[in-house]
């Protein structure tokens, strides 16, 4: 499972293309591209890569065919798209997931821990706020398990053995 850290802004040119930070594409481990879909929660393109996006499919099989829930849930296939990148690591961002996200001359890629998001850049600033207020006002924790799936990629030290617990605030 891929591990994404940080946030970068880069600048989506006229044709709608946009450099996908090297850190994230080195978490992709030699990715051709990714797949790519419009939240169905907030303005907001979420992204994550093949294998990602088939154990998604994976866990969806759980709910019954042709029941409510595999129905609803088959929305976020039926609107992924693969994306691949150019020889300098860029994608274009399809224009209807550019305005779903409010996008235009500049996206920010955000990690979201096991893949990452593209937002606008003033979007993303009104939804870290409050979930920084709500981390503080809850005086939020973080229970770290002692194994985890994360830490074993390429350019890790390979322990993937973090432990302890402390806040879940931001840097």
Do not use: C
């Not at 994404?4 to 990715?31: E, H, I, M, T, W």
């Not at 759980?62 to 994306?83: G, K, T």
């Not at 020889?87 to 779903?100: D, N, T």
């Amino acid at each position: 499972m891929a591990l994404f850290l940080g946030s970068y802004a880069n600048k989506v040119d006229r044709k709608g293309r946009v450099s996908v930070p090297a850190q994230f594409r080195a978490s992709l481990a030699g990715a051709t591209g990714i797949v790519a879909f419009p939240s169905f929660k907030e303005p907001v393109i979420e992204v994550f890569s093949d294998a990602d996006m088939a154990r998604m499919a994976e866990s969806a099989e759980q709910f019954d065919q042709f029941s409510q829930e595999r129905e609803d849930f088959s929305l976020i296939f039926a609107e992924s798209l693969q994306i691949g990148f150019d020889g300098e690591g860029r994608i274009v961002l399809p224009q209807a997931f550019a305005e779903h996200a409010g996008i235009s001359e500049t996206a920010l890629f955000v990690s979201a821990i096991d893949h990452f998001q593209i937002w606008s850049p003033d979007t993303y600033a009104q939804k870290k706020s409050g979930a920084r207020e709500r981390l503080q006002s809850r005086g939020a924790t973080l229970r770290v398990r002692p194994s985890s799936g994360f830490g074993n990629g390429p350019g890790s030290s390979g322990t993937g053995s973090p432990t302890g617990s402390g806040p879940a605030g931001a840097r």
